[in-house]
T-cell receptor, first 111, second 114 residues
Framework: KNEVEQSPQNLTAQEGEFITINCSYS?????LHWLQQHPGGGIVSLFM???GKKKHGRLIATINIQEKHSSLHITASHPRDSAVYIC?????????????FGKGTKLSVKP | DAGVIQSPRHEVTEMGQEVTLRCKPI?????LFWYRQTMMRGLELLIY????????DSGMPEDRFSAKMPNASFSTLKIQPSEPRDSAVYFC????????????FGSGTRLTVV
């Protein structure tokens, strides 16, 4: 079983829909990252969370440390939000360098 | 700041050839990471450096892979000899000790070994 699990693997939505991507992890963490990767593009860090909730524009990220679960929400989705969204955790007490990555959720927003 | 700069963006090479990937981290960042991304395995850490010193290379697949960081502004990942199974996107990322959870990724190098 992977230490970081994302769901769904693939998601297709219509423009304007509210989107939720989930991330569950099985290790103790010091931080959780949400990353965005556009087709053929680099990786952009969207959020870094250790507790609570963060909001940036139409993106909202939440984390529940007790339940070892995080969600990424996109409000009023737009075709330009189409990308792969990757959840990654920094293992508490683990190697300083090692982020543990989920396999990603591929989002496609149709106009 | 121009961010983390990787070169080349794309590399196509024949099996058996030597491949060198390059990375320039953000100035002042004292940690540098090399990751590999494949469809099957997703993103994996290969090696990371702290103050130019390799700290953890347990993710390096085998002796064909080597990485160096001769100074704070430059790192290389070398594959010799290359094999088709090395085809992947290789990302470099950096961060600073003063902001330990904020990683900045480069745009990646897409390597194809034929």
């Amino acid at each position: 079983k992977n230490e970081v699990e994302q769901s769904p693997q693939n998601l297709t939505a219509q423009e304007g829909e509210f989107i939720t991507i989930n991330c569950s992890y099985s290790v103790g963490i010091s931080a959780l990252h949400w990353l965005q990767q556009h087709p053929g593009g680099g990786i952009v860090s969207l959020f870094m969370l250790s507790s609570g909730k963060k909001k940036h524009g139409r993106l909202i990220a939440t984390i529940n440390i007790q339940e070892k679960h995080s969600s990424l929400h996109i409000t009023a989705s737009h075709p330009r939000d189409s990308a792969v969204y990757i959840c990654a955790v920094k293992n508490y007490g683990g190697s300083q360098g090692n982020l543990i990555f989920g396999k990603g959720t591929k989002l496609s927003v149709k106009p | 700041d121009a961010g983390v700069i990787q070169s080349p963006r794309h590399e196509v090479t024949e099996m058996g050839q030597e491949v060198t990937l390059r990375c320039k981290p953000i100035s002042g960042h004292d940690y540098l990471f090399w990751y590999r991304q494949t469809m099957m395995r997703g993103l994996e850490l290969l090696i990371y450096f702290n103050n130019n010193v390799p700290i953890d290379d347990s993710g390096m697949p085998e002796d064909r892979f080597s990485a160096k960081m001769p100074n704070a502004s430059f790192s290389t990942l070398k594959i010799q000899p290359s094999e088709p199974r090395d085809s992947a996107v290789y990302f470099c990322a950096s961060r600073t000790r003063d902001f330990p959870y904020g990683y900045t990724f480069g745009s990646g190098t897409r390597l194809t070994v034929v």
